[in-house]
């Protein structure tokens, strides 16, 4: 088993469970996995399809993944087909002879198409060895995703008696569970339940104030990386998105507003590392599997925990860090409870009205986002700290709230119990409202007894009493504040409230005093790699979480990690696949942290199997050494504390031997160029990409001539308007290309100097 994953996938350790569950499928167990999105499931049966005599049959209900996942097989080098209705006829006739000839180890299929009598009847003349059923929930009516084409599974056990299945998914409450089990007819079956905390997701809650300068600040830091920001209408997500094209971020929306082909279009753009950012209502993301999703932002507040946690957990399957940063304002719950008050039926309002509960609560907790996310699924989280989530790694400040408290419970009691949060506070602070004037508040006791304090600040005091359960609310429509047995023994000092300071209270000492050095002082940074560095992140358990995926590389690793990106994604456009599907983001920074020379070192990279070795092995250990000869960091063979037995391999070919016809030595890129490169590829013209990086338009000219040269850009057809182009080449025919200014004076102004290098170094490339 383990010689299989090493020779097939380039991994050298199994996933918690996937060893247990691949040993009782290879003794003929059914079997059922529930393990969360980026677990590993794939291959608890792509793994045993190898070691099985036969052929395996997966059936997955998504038929925009099976390309993808099949590719990736074949990138290993193993025989993976799919059938589905996106093929031709000629295709299908094709996949099924091979099919006969024995020649296929893993066969993808849709589930209706499964069920045909031809493709039973073709089934039935080979070997099958297992049934892998994906997704397995959509054979259940009680999930929230079936699918009557999975009903008919059901039969498969009465036609293959002996053939073992395996049913896998990512949600199934115990019901669905339960009915997946007994619709496939299990036997004698093992149950696999893998922990559904993400340890490597970080988690984050804003609140929602200057909301898009926020997340402007955010982006920038991680410009290049990938992301999903989700919001909550189609309007939110049209108008964010072109405003963050506008600023300069490489953005597409996708909504159900948007027509297939385009929909269809910026998803797979996405997938491909064309476009770094999709804006996306919930509708986005089923049926995608990009591995390196490096954060989610939630731009609005989600209708319940539940999506919300599948939605975080489409970032980071590759293991790797992912931020989870959620915008929370009260005004969003307002404008969810308002839609859920339309709802017809009084129990659905009722569902959802607790839901929305859930989510506040888990958005105030000041508890470990974590631990209550995993109560929420029914786990308990032991650890009192997870290093990894806001209020884990920024433990907020504590006070003696009892004097606070106790003003807001006598404005309380002193408004006779009859009033909601929002009077009862703006007595306190003394405010104007006609409410107040009319009804002669002003006269109270309580009026305006708490000025200390903004109004905001006494909201998250009031609602924190309240969480405390030291302060009662009465009635859903319009709740009114109570005074409870517990509120009584505050007031009567026999107990003491301890209250999370209030967010801007820094504000009021900075002014008063120079106490400013408390943190909300100035903007801080939303990622979870800035609280890390913050102080107070040394905590008890975050040796615990220190783990390979969470670790940050250094500058020039990074610098060798972009360019490794660069070659990726040039491979990646010339196979016309999805980078990820060449190396995974994990595969690429231990090349760059461990720089290998040597196959043998090359092997060792994690995700790096014979087939990639033989296939990309060559360039990419070209684009190390290349870069390593003039950076001074050892490579693996020049590491003293490594023996040197190992036998350097035949000098690999350089990567520009590999992009052919090469005018200019491209192996010195500079990062800057190579930055350039980068931003040119989600489409950006030259103005745009001198705006984002503060320099001229002429350098980034000068960066596209090189580039141009080198061939990392094939066309300059949309940067160049193919008239004017024409024009330009006439112009260099005609008076040489060596000096520009010549050039230029002959075109005049309506022609740049940019355009005309562009065109020149399209030129001396033919
Ligand atoms: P799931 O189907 O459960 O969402 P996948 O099967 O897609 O998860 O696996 C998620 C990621 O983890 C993939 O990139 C996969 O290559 C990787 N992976 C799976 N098993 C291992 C392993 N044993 N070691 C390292 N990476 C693994
Ligand atoms: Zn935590």
Not at 397 to 417: I, R
Request: charged share 30%.
């Amino acid at each position: 088993m383990h010689k299989t994953l090493q020779k097939y996938f380039g991994y050298t350790l199994f996933r918690p469970l996937q060893e247990d569950i691949i040993n009782d499928v290879l003794s003929g167990k059914d079997t059922f996995v529930l393990m969360p999105t980026g677990g590993g499931k794939s291959l608890c049966f792509q793994l045993p399809a190898l070691l099985m005599d036969g052929m395996t049959i997966v059936v997955s209900p998504l038929i925009s993944l099976m390309k993808d996942q099949v590719d990736s097989l074949v990138a290993n080098g193993i025989e993976a087909v799919y059938l589905n209705s996106t093929l031709s006829y000629s295709e299908i006739k094709g996949i099924k002879a091979s099919i006969v000839a024995n020649r296929v180890k893993i066969l993808y299929v849709a589930p209706e198409r499964l069920m045909m009598t031809e493709t039973l009847g073709l089934l039935k003349s080979v070997n099958v060895s297992l049934f892998a059923i994906d997704e397995a929930h959509c054979i259940s009516e009680w999930g929230h995703d079936f699918r009557p084409e999975y009903r008919k599974l059901k039969t498969l056990r009465g036609k293959f008696p002996s053939v073992p299945i395996i049913a896998l998914t990512a949600t199934a409450t115990p019901k669905v569970r339960n009915d997946i089990v007994s619709e496939l007819k299990f036997k004698g079956h093992n149950t696999y339940v893998a922990s559904f905390d993400r340890k490597n997701l970080f988690y984050r809650i804003k609140p929602k104030n200057d909301t898009y300068g926020h997340l402007l600040q955010y982006l920038r830091e991680t410009r290049g990386k990938s992301g999903i920001i989700y919001c909550q209408s189609r309007k939110t997500v049209d108008t964010l998105s072109k405003k963050l094209k506008k600023a300069g971020f490489s953005s597409l929306p996708y909504h159900a507003g948007l027509t297939d082909k385009v929909r269809t279009k910026n998803q797979e753009m996405f997938i491909k590392d064309d476009v770094q950012i999709i804006v996306a209502t919930v509708a986005f993301g089923m049926g995608i599997d990009k591995p390196n999703v490096r954060f989610v932002v939630h731009y609005d507040l989600p209708k319940n925990l539940e999506s919300y946690y599948q939605e975080t957990g489409r970032g980071g399957r590759d293991g790797l860090e992912c931020d989870c940063i959620l915008f929370f304002g009260h005004g969003d719950r307002y404008k969810i409870e308002y839609f859920i008050n339309k709802m017809g039926k009084k129990q659905e309002r009722d569902i959802a009205l607790v839901q929305l509960r859930e989510m506040i609560d888990y958005c105030e907790a000041n508890s470990c986002r974590r631990k209550v996310l995993l109560k929420y699924f029914g786990e308990e989280v032991e650890e009192d700290n997870c290093g990894n989530c806001d209020v884990c790694l920024e433990p907020k400040e504590m006070f003696d709230g009892t004097e606070a408290a106790k003003k807001l419970l006598l404005c309380v009691e002193d408004l006779d119990q009859r009033f909601g949060m929002t009077h009862v506070i703006d007595v306190l602070v003394g405010a104007k409202t006609k409410k107040i004037i009319n009804s002669r508040h002003s006269m109270l006791k309580s009026y305006s007894a708490g000025r200390e304090y903004s109004k905001s600040q006494w909201q998250s005091i009031a609602r924190e009493l309240v969480r405390l359960e030291v302060l009662g609310v009465e009635g859903t429509k319009y709740p009114l504040l109570k005074l409870n047995p517990k509120s009584m023994a505050v007031l009567g000092d026999s107990e003491f409230v301890q209250i999370t300071k209030p967010a801007d209270e820094v504000k009021i000492s900075v002014k008063g005093s120079c106490a400013a050095t408390t943190k909300t002082s100035k903007s801080k940074s939303l990622s979870r790699a800035a609280s890390k560095s913050t102080p107070k992140a040394k905590t008890k358990s975050s040796s615990k979480s220190k783990s390979t995926a969470t670790k940050t590389i250094n500058a020039t690793d990074s610098e060798l990690f972009e360019r490794l990106r660069v070659l990726r994604k040039t491979l990646a456009n010339r196979a016309n696949l999805p980078p990820y599907i060449i190396f995974a983001d994990t595969s690429l920074r231990q090349m760059a942290a461990k720089r290998p020379t040597t196959a043998q070192d090359f092997l060792e990279i994690t995700g790096v199997a014979e087939h990639k070795l033989e296939k990309y092995g060559g360039t990419f250990l070209a684009e190390i050494a290349d870069f390593c000869d003039n950076d001074e960091k050892p490579t693996q063979s020049n590491d003293q504390t490594k023996p040197k037995s190992e036998k350097p391999v035949k000098r690999p070919p350089k990567i520009s031997e590999i992009l052919k016809n090469r005018a200019v030595n491209p192996d010195v890129l500079s990062s800057s160029v190579i930055e350039t490169l980068e931003l040119y590829k989600q489409h950006m013209s030259v103005e745009e990409i001198a705006h984002i990086r503060n320099l001229t338009q002429s350098t980034i000219a000068e960066h596209m001539e090189i580039l141009v040269q080198s061939k990392r850009i094939d066309s300059i057809d949309h940067m160049v308007d193919p008239d004017k182009k024409c024009i330009i080449e006439n112009a260099i025919n005609d008076v040489g290309d060596k000096f520009l200014s010549r050039i230029k004076a002959k075109l005049g102004d309506d022609y740049s100097y940019g355009e005309i290098k562009l065109v020149r170094a399209a030129m001396m490339c033919e």
